[in-house]
T-cell receptor, first 111, second 110 residues
Framework: ELKVEQNPLFLSMQEGKNYTIYCNYS?????LYWYRQDPGKSLESLFV?????AVKQEGRLMASLDTKARLSTLHITAAVHDLSATYFC???????????FGKGTKLTVNP | DVKVTQSSRYLVKRTGEKVFLECVQD?????MFWYRQDPGLGLRLIYF???????EKGDIPEGYSVSREKKERFSLILESASTNQTSMYLC?????????FGDGTRLSIL
């Protein structure tokens, strides 16, 4: 059974700092997704990572995938308040079109 | 852009009522999903459908059923609502696993 673990679950950081969110998963998969959720809102797709070594960047966020280590990272560079949200990773469970989601990382960026 | 529309943003119902949550997508996607989201528990899959009239149980199907009579519409049914079904419900549709989510329905059962 595929399990997805994110850490940390809560992250409070100052504006201007860098940090990384980690997403580990338990069985082989080469498709991983990152989503963002603002309070009271739905999930918005951020990145789609489809192969080992994939790296995607959008503004201050960069996501990467290492399928051999079963690890994805979401790196935040020079954080700003607008990045405050909950970030989820989700892993393709293989063959069934289902995704297994991590529990989410609630990021708070303080001035 | 994909649009997934859930019929209500907020809904209040009473214990024992039969509740229908509706979801419509406009991209001809084969797959549709219903999740519930609770604090500390993340997203949990209730049911999903990979074609019209086809459905599969997710991780927490008890107390729920679904209907997919047309490709674009996927309904979640609470047969006899209970207070422990108070939650945020999210619908999603997908083609090749990238899921697109609706705005969610916050359901309160009193």
């Amino acid at each position: 059974e595929l399990k997805v673990e994110q850490n940390p679950l809560f992250l409070s950081m100052q504006e201007g700092k860098n940090y990384t969110i980690y997403c580990n998963y338990s069985t082989t998969s080469d498709r991983l997704y990152w989503y963002r959720q603002d309070p009271g809102k739905s999930l918005e797709s951020l990145f789609v990572l489809l192969s080992n070594g994939a790296v995607k960047q959008e503004g201050r966020l960069m996501a990467s995938l290492d399928t051999k280590a079963r690890l994805s990272t979401l790196h935040i560079t020079a954080a700003v308040h607008d990045l405050s949200a909950t970030y989820f990773c989700a892993v393709d469970s293989g063959g069934s079109e289902k995704l297994v989601f991590g529990k989410g990382t609630k990021l708070t960026v303080n001035p | 852009d994909v649009k997934v529309t859930q019929s209500s943003r907020y809904l209040v119902k009473r214990t024992g009522e039969k509740v229908f949550l509706e979801c419509v997508q406009d991209m001809d996607h084969e797959n549709m999903f219903w999740y519930r989201q609770d604090p500390g528990l993340g997203l949990r899959l209730i049911y999903f459908s990979y074609d019209v009239k086809m459905k599969e149980k997710g991780d927490i199907p008890e107390g729920y059923s679904v209907s997919r009579e047309k490709k674009e519409r996927f309904s979640l049914i609470l047969e006899s609502a209970s207070t422990n079904q108070t939650s945020m419900y999210l619908c999603a549709s997908s083609f090749r696993t990238l899921q697109h989510f609706g705005d969610g329905t916050r359901l309160s059962i009193l």
